[in-house]
């Protein structure tokens, strides 16, 4: 298998069980959840558009080939996986009211907040269910990092959102919380596919710590495209973290830089008003001199 072959063979390993489980969701959330996946439009017409890399059920996948096991055993916890993922996603739009995911509107903005929370709601709970349904013999372990992944997710999440209202995060505060938001669900990610790829407990918990790692450096680079990627690329408006204020890592590590460009950044994203274009250009620069990017390339 080449590199760049894995994501289109794990999607093609896990799609269909995916719209299999699907076809169990109550009918108003599998419009939702479908949209959301890339499956269909808002008026239920079937689509090409983009479900996502699917990163981590890949990730599931080749971790249970990685201890010797097969990826197939591994299909339902890698759909869990993702659909959990997808949960965080449309509530993660709803919290921080962004209109635009995967280049196309999200789905709150199409269907409603209410309708967008409740899907999640339905992913989350499909999830736990696929796993308990799997038939493997771990999958009670399975279950439990899964729910302990999304309890650092939750916190992770809630600390992104008290950041909001504070002046004064401090690095380690902020990579704790990229390791909870990110991290916990690719390490699971991995750590799952090993269990279920037949790991022995030892391989379970290193492709945890590994994970963890992966995910916080995949947040650190999410953070630096968040600025400087190509929206085409991204699917995201161009500098949407900065209007939004998103004490991202490399904003956090600009901030604390105790630099001239430190303190017009700081008066700039503390400013009471709108951010214009013209500050959000201002902000990636300062970002930028004040070694935010250079610190998170590193
Ligand atoms: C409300 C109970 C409750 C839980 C939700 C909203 C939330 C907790 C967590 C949000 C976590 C979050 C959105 C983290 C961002 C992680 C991240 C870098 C997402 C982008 O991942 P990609 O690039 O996305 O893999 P694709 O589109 O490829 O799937």
Redesign the pocket.
């Known amino acids: 298998r080449q590199p760049g072959e894995v994501l289109a063979w794990s999607r093609d390993m896990v799609a269909p069980a995916t719209r299999a489980a699907f076809d169990t969701l109550p009918a108003s959330m599998r419009q939702v959840a479908g949209y959301h996946y890339g499956w269909w439009d808002e008026n239920g017409t079937p689509t090409e558009a ?7 059920p890949t990730l599931t996948l080749l971790a249970a080939e990685a201890v010797g096991g097969v990826a197939s055993a591994a299909i339902p916890a890698a759909i869990a996986i ?1 659909l959990v ?5 449309l ?2 739009d709803v ?1 921080d009211g962004d209109v635009t ?2 280049h196309r509107p999200t789905a709150w903005s199409i269907f409603g907040r209410s309708a967008a929370i409740l899907a ?1 709601d339905s992913l ?1 709970t499909l999830a736990f269910d696929l796993l308990a349904e799997s038939g493997h013999p771990d999958s009670r372990e399975g279950m439990r990092i899964l729910s302990a992944a ?1 309890q650092s ?2 916190e ?2 809630s600390l ?1 959102v008290a950041f909001e209202d504070r002046q004064d995060i401090e690095l380690a505060e902020c990579v704790t919380m990229a390791r909870g ?2 991290g916990a ?1 690719i390490s699971a990610a991995c750590a799952i596919g090993a269990l279920f790829g037949g790991g022995r407990s030892a391989q379970v918990e290193h492709m945890l710590l590994f994970g963890e790692e992966l995910g916080l450096a ?2 650190l680079v ?1 953070d630096l495209l968040g600025i400087w990627g190509d929206p085409a690329v991204t ?1 995201k408006p161009v500098y949407s973290d900065l209007y939004n204020r998103k004490k991202s890592l490399p904003v956090v590590v600009a901030l604390g830089s105790r630099t001239i460009a430190a303190q017009e950044l700081h008066e700039l994203y503390h400013s009471d008003r709108p951010l214009s274009g013209t500050d959000v250009e201002r902000a990636a620069e300062l970002i930028d001199l004040a070694g935010g990017r250079e610190w998170c390339q590193a």
Do not use: M, W
Not at 50 to 56: D, E, Q, V
């Open positions: 983009s479900g996502g890399k699917a990163l981590r993702e993922h997808n949960f965080s996603l509530h993660d919290i995911r995967r999640g989350l999304v997710l939750v992770g999440q992104d938001k990110t669900l995949f947040q999410d699917g």
